[in-house]
């Protein structure tokens, strides 16, 4: 007797994977990258209410919960503690998180540290993507790694007709998961979720742990299939 394993994309899961991964991943580049005004949260809630992706992980549920529950009477004062908790979290002196950045988590030193952008800044350059740095960003910024990869994978379902440019793209996000992103933001998304005091902030962190391993996977399984 032989059994025939159905292709990956043609599974409900899979075809959820990757049909939002990207709207996966912006989202969290978004609250990661500016703080939660009523200008991003509001078009955000109206999204997530119908996103399937979100099912995908424990925090990406919670988050989906939480934003369905603020009331056009909550938006607001929500809107108001989130950008604080922004604000503590990211920004000024006493910040919790001065420095969200690949650099900062992963070398001890300044030689290291303008080794390990360099490295990550080659990356980029090799797959021919620039971005477009509203904020000056470093180039090892956790929101750019993660806008590398949401690019890579818009790149590789456009070249579905096209094997070898696929394998590529797909074998860019892996190898960029595995020796960078992975090497050190789920150590971030841990504390994150741990010293955030709002559950945007908390289910943000929650989500970008568990979401980044499951990725990965599932561009393995995808990778196996087609090769």
């Not at 996966?24 to 119908?50: K, V």
């Amino acid at each position: 007797m032989t059994t025939t394993l159905e292709p990956l994309l043609d599974t409900l899961e899979g075809a959820r994977w990757h049909q939002g991964r990207s709207w996966a991943y912006q989202l969290l580049i978004d609250f990661l990258e500016n703080p939660p005004g009523l200008a991003q949260i509001a078009p955000w809630q109206r999204q997530a209410e119908l996103r399937e992706e979100l099912a995908l992980t424990d925090g990406g549920r919670r988050l989906q919960d939480y934003l369905g529950r603020l009331s056009p009477g909550r938006l607001v004062e929500a809107c108001r503690k989130e950008t604080e908790e922004y604000e503590r979290l990211f920004i000024g002196r006493d910040a919790v998180f001065p420095s969200v950045c690949e650099s900062a988590y992963r070398t001890a030193d300044p030689s290291s540290a303008r080794r390990c952008v360099r490295q990550i800044r080659e990356a980029y350059e090799d797959c021919g993507i620039v971005f477009n740095k509203l904020q000056s960003e470093n180039d090892d910024h956790l929101t750019i790694e993660l806008e590398f990869i949401a690019v890579a994978g818009e790149h590789m379902a456009f070249t579905a007709g096209l094997p070898e440019c696929r394998l590529m793209w797909l074998d860019t996000q892996i190898d960029f998961l595995e020796r960078h992103l992975l090497q050190w933001a789920p150590h971030f998304a841990k504390e994150l979720t741990e010293q955030a005091r709002t559950p945007l902030y908390r289910e943000i962190g929650s989500m970008l742990g568990e979401f980044m391993p499951y990725d990965l996977r599932m561009l393995k399984s995808l990778r196996n299939e087609l090769a």
